[in-house]
């Protein structure tokens, strides 16, 4: 069995797929916290057979080495996924390719194998990224935005009057709260929809979103949509089957 790990910002998934490829088949997943990260240790004792660790990590180098450590001696160094010119069918068109980070590089690979047409990548996490994908595979370029989550916290955090607010999108808000959610829940789904507006005249256009965020806007997207629970790990998968083995960081 491999273990993927997918290291964000906020937590870091990950998910056990078998060591033969097509590893379409989750065996078992779960998330720890960062301050948890020494718990995956735990994992691997309680999955034996696990031969391969493969991740991304966009969470700093600190905790790279914490997890790396956490299994030291018990299996091989993680194989961490850094973004290079391609893929997997993918290319990556960001003018310093190293760039991108590994979990945006990730979900592209995942997205190739679920869509070959023209496709807005959006993961939302701690960040929400929308990244454009063409049907040859090229990754064009993309955006970076805070999450649902930063949004709100950056409000509360930065202003006298805002609460760190909770309540239901509303078309016209007449409360606080409701004008702070469904502000920031515009924000959102607007960056989507202006985005994929470069590729919606397209045959087979398609919006791709997944990330631990996306069930807060998903009902407010006017765009052709599939959801994918975790495109990133998804990706990961494709990469330990397909391409070079034992890059290690951290
Ligand atoms: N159990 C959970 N723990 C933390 N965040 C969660 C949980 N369930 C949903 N979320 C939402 O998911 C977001 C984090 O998504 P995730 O994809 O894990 O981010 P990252 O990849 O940046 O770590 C949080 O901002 C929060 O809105
Ligand atoms: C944009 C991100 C912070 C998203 O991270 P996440 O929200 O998944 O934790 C991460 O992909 C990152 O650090 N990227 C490097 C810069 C770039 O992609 O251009
Ligand atoms: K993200």
Redesign the pocket.
């Known amino acids: 069995m491999i273990l993927l790990l ?8 990950w998910r056990l797929v078998a060591a033969a490829a097509p590893a379409d088949t989750t065996l078992a997943e779960g ?1 720890l ?1 960062h301050a948890g990260a020494g718990g995956l240790a735990g994992v691997v004792r309680a999955h034996p057979g696990i031969v391969r660790i493969v991740g991304s990590n ?2 700093g180098a600190a905790l790279g080495e914490v997890l790396q450590n956490a299994v030291r001696g018990l299996l091989p160094p993680i194989e961490w996924l850094l973004p290079g010119e391609s893929c997997a069918g993918v290319r990556n068109g960001y003018l310093d390719p190293a760039q991108l980070g590994a ?1 945006r590089w990730a979900a592209l690979i995942g997205a190739r194998r679920l869509h070959t047409g023209p496709c807005l990548v959006v ?5 929400t990224t929308l990244n454009l994908m063409n049907a040859d595979g090229l990754f064009e370029g993309g955006l970076i935005l805070p ?4 949004m709100l916290r950056a409000l509360a955090g930065n202003t006298a009057q805002l609460p760190l607010a909770e309540a239901a999108f509303t078309p016209v808000p007449r409360t606080t709260a409701e004008a702070i959610v469904s502000g920031c829940l515009h924000a959102q789904a607007g960056a989507v929809e202006r985005m994929f507006e470069r590729i919606a005249g397209q045959p087979d256009a398609l919006c791709l979103l ?7 806007f998903a009902d407010l997207l006017r765009v052709p949509l599939r959801r994918v629970d ?1 495109l ?1 790990l998804d990706g990961l998968a494709i990469f330990a089957h397909n391409g070079p083995q034992a890059t290690s960081m951290g």
């Open positions: 997918d290291a964000g910002n906020t937590r870091i998934k998330d916290e966009v969470a979990d993961c939302a996490g701690t960040a999450g649902m989550d930063l997944s990330g631990g965020g996306a069930g807060q975790n990133v």
